[in-house]
């Protein structure tokens, strides 16, 4: 078998699956040896069953012998991020007063995923509970960037870019906060898309700010990441904010719809603090959708510069409630220096969270304190209708938006640690999509001097999934971008 099977696509992996010149055990097989060839370097994986996911692969090879696959994703690895329930596996979120649960029941993604055949590879590292930029807040080790092992490879869901970038995994499962899948997505040089929120099931997602949460696919390729989508969206009746409609057929669409289309450039996406290569990058990217008869206009979401205040009042708060139930009494670690019952519940919460877990449950329960809830998590709540409105309002003229993903590429490990500022302002093109509910994905877009990838943000309209991935999809064949690998 070839060397490289682990980057190939899903798409391409499917159709070889389907006439058997390769083998689900075969493919398999591949990306495991890729897991121990490189993660040492990278360290994405946080837990590897492989005889689990050997005989994942043989069931898939057994129903394939008797006609019965299950449709595109049935033999594919897939990586999960370590925050999606898994029935029998390890359930940490990157954190300690988490280490040694195994989640009892499968997430509502996960379910669908098993449906369709795909392999559960191996869990992902990621920023503790989801909270960061980098993943360097794991409570474990550090990922590295494929790229440049001495950079970050974003955050949250730093392992599920680095494992599709350095070929550990063909698809991965992220999360998204305020850019949890997108920014590492944008800083390893991968796709990575965020659906409309209510799209995809949240059952299962262990909660950060659950009117935030979204989980969303990382690929190799535009359509991997429709793949990966179609399989897990859908209505729950588990998840009281999922919406109930039909699910289109993401993949055929994306050479269904050609454009040309009516495309904005938010002026507030390109000021201050935009690095001068990831300016020319995403200005050549727009280029080329003038180039195919687009049209291009300049655009206004003005309340962009209240995002970042807004989203760290609200996310913090709802993390600060969600995160109460980690108490060191129902589950999870249990300080066995606690002496009281009133011990048990600080003790376990000082041991087991992580310098920036604390950080947000601090300002979150500031914000929601006795005298300060109407001048803070109120006022907050009411910028994210202007900005959500903004959006609406925009989506009047343009079909889609385009903007950089991130200011900057990938930075150096510890760079930004002791910055929380400027570690949050990583996220500062992604964070008003996720309070607005809109869909967006990422996909590179260049690279920078130092080789580095740059991403291109496709923002779309809500439930709309299908032309913002056509839109993405219309650059990407366009472009040799994700057909780039790393050495390593």
Same mark, same amino acid.
């Given at each position: 078998?070839?060397?490289?099977?682990?980057?190939?696509?899903?798409?391409?992996?499917?159709?070889?699956? /389907?006439?058997?010149?390769?083998?689900?055990?075969?493919?398999?097989?591949?990306?495991?040896?890729?897991?121990?060839?490189?993660?040492?370097?990278?360290?994405?994986?946080?837990?590897?069953?492989?005889?689990?996911?050997?005989?994942?692969?043989?069931?898939?090879?057994?129903?394939?012998?008797?006609?019965?696959?299950?449709?595109?994703?049935?033999?594919?690895?897939?990586?999960?991020?370590?925050?999606?329930?898994?029935?029998?596996?390890?359930?940490?979120?990157?954190?300690?007063?988490?280490?040694?649960?195994?989640?009892? +029941?499968?997430?509502?993604?996960?379910?669908?995923?098993?449906?369709?055949?795909?392999?559960?590879?191996?869990?992902? #590292?990621?920023?503790e509970f989801a909270m960061g930029s980098s993943t360097e807040n794991s409570s474990?080790?550090?990922?590295?960037?494929?790229?440049?092992?001495?950079?970050?490879?974003?955050?949250?869901?730093?392992?599920?870019? /680095? /494992?599709?970038?350095?070929?550990?995994?063909?698809?991965?499962?992220?999360?998204?906060?305020?850019?949890?899948?997108?920014?590492?997505?944008?800083?390893?040089?991968v796709v990575g898309m965020k659906p409309t929120y209510g799209l995809v099931s949240?059952?299962?997602?262990?909660?950060?700010?659950?009117?935030?949460?979204?989980?969303?696919?990382?690929?190799?390729?535009?359509?991997?990441?429709?793949?990966?989508?179609?399989?897990?969206?859908?209505?729950?009746?588990?998840?009281?904010?999922?919406?109930?409609?039909?699910?289109?057929?993401?993949?055929?669409?994306?050479?269904?719809?050609?454009?040309?289309?009516?495309?904005?450039?938010?002026?507030? +996406?390109?000021?201050?603090?935009?690095?001068?290569?990831?300016?020319?990058?995403?200005?050549?990217?727009?280029?080329?959708?003038?180039s195919i008869g687009c049209k291009i206009q300049e655009v206004s979401l003005p309340?962009?510069?209240?995002?970042?205040?807004?989203?760290?009042?609200?996310?913090?708060?709802?993390?600060?409630? #969600?995160?109460?139930?980690?108490?060191?009494?129902?589950?999870?670690?249990?300080?066995?220096?606690?002496?009281?019952?009133?011990?048990?519940?600080?003790?376990?919460?000082?041991?087991?969270?992580?310098?920036?877990?604390?950080?947000?449950?601090?300002?979150?329960?500031?914000?929601?304190?006795?005298?300060?809830?109407?001048?803070?998590?109120?006022?907050?709540?009411?910028?994210?209708?202007?900005?959500?409105?903004?959006?609406?309002?925009?989506?009047?003229?343009?079909?889609?938006?385009?903007?950089?993903?991130?200011?900057?590429?990938?930075?150096?490990?510890?760079?930004?640690?002791?910055?929380?500022?400027?570690?949050?302002?990583?996220?500062?093109?992604?964070?008003?999509?996720?309070?607005?509910?809109?869909? /967006?994905?990422?996909?590179?877009?260049?690279?920078?001097?130092?080789?580095?990838?740059?991403?291109?943000?496709?923002?779309?309209?809500?439930?709309?999934?299908?032309?913002?991935?056509?839109?993405?999809?219309?650059?990407?064949?366009?472009?040799?971008?994700?057909?780039?690998?790393?050495?390593?």
């Amino acid at each position: 078998m070839s060397e490289s099977l682990h980057y190939k696509t899903a798409s391409e992996l499917s159709l070889m699956l /389907a006439d058997k010149s390769l083998s689900a055990v075969e493919l398999t097989k591949d990306v495991l040896s890729r897991i121990h060839k490189v993660d040492e370097k990278i360290k994405a994986v946080t837990h590897l069953d492989e005889e689990d996911a050997l005989g994942q692969a043989k069931a898939s090879d057994e129903r394939r012998a008797v006609g019965e696959e299950l449709g595109a994703l049935d033999g594919i690895p897939i990586g999960i991020k370590d925050i999606l329930a898994v029935k029998g596996q390890p359930l940490t979120c990157g954190s300690k007063i988490l280490e040694n649960f195994v989640s009892p +029941y499968d997430a509502t993604s996960i379910a669908k995923l098993k449906r369709s055949g795909g392999i559960l590879l191996c869990r992902l #590292n990621m920023d503790e509970f989801a909270m960061g930029s980098s993943t360097e807040n794991s409570s474990y080790f550090v990922t590295s960037n494929p790229w440049d092992l001495q950079c970050i490879p974003g955050g949250s869901s730093g392992g599920s870019a /680095a /494992a599709v970038a350095s070929g550990e995994a063909i698809l991965t499962l992220g999360t998204d906060t305020g850019g949890s899948i997108r920014q590492p997505a944008s800083l390893c040089g991968v796709v990575g898309m965020k659906p409309t929120y209510g799209l995809v099931s949240r059952y299962g997602l262990v909660a950060f700010a659950s009117s935030l949460d979204q989980i969303g696919p990382l690929g190799r390729s535009v359509e991997d990441v429709a793949l990966l989508l179609h399989s897990i969206a859908g209505y729950d009746k588990k998840d009281s904010t999922s919406f109930k409609l039909e699910v289109p057929e993401y993949r055929p669409e994306l050479h269904e719809k050609k454009g040309p289309w009516k495309l904005g450039i938010p002026k507030e +996406y390109f000021g201050e603090g935009l690095d001068a290569e990831v300016r020319a990058a995403v200005d050549r990217a727009i280029d080329y959708y003038r180039s195919i008869g687009c049209k291009i206009q300049e655009v206004s979401l003005p309340h962009t510069e209240y995002a970042v205040a807004t989203y760290y009042i609200l996310a913090t708060a709802e993390a600060s409630s #969600n995160l109460a139930r980690f108490d060191g009494v129902r589950y999870g670690r249990r300080s066995e220096k606690a002496t009281s019952h009133v011990d048990v519940y600080s003790k376990s919460r000082a041991e087991g969270f992580g310098e920036e877990v604390k950080r947000r449950v601090i300002l979150g329960t500031y914000v929601l304190s006795s005298g300060y809830y109407d001048a803070y998590y109120l006022r907050a709540q009411k910028v994210r209708t202007l900005i959500r409105n903004d959006f609406l309002k925009v989506y009047e003229e343009v079909d889609a938006l385009l903007t950089p993903t991130a200011p900057t590429v990938a930075f150096k490990k510890g760079e930004r640690a002791s910055d929380p500022l400027a570690m949050y302002l990583s996220d500062i093109f992604t964070i008003s999509t996720n309070l607005a509910g809109v869909p /967006a994905i990422s996909v590179p877009c260049g690279s920078s001097s130092s080789g580095l990838p740059i991403g291109l943000q496709v923002i779309g309209k809500p439930f709309q999934e299908s032309d913002l991935l056509a839109i993405a999809h219309s650059f990407e064949q366009a472009h040799d971008f994700s057909k780039v690998h790393p050495s390593l």
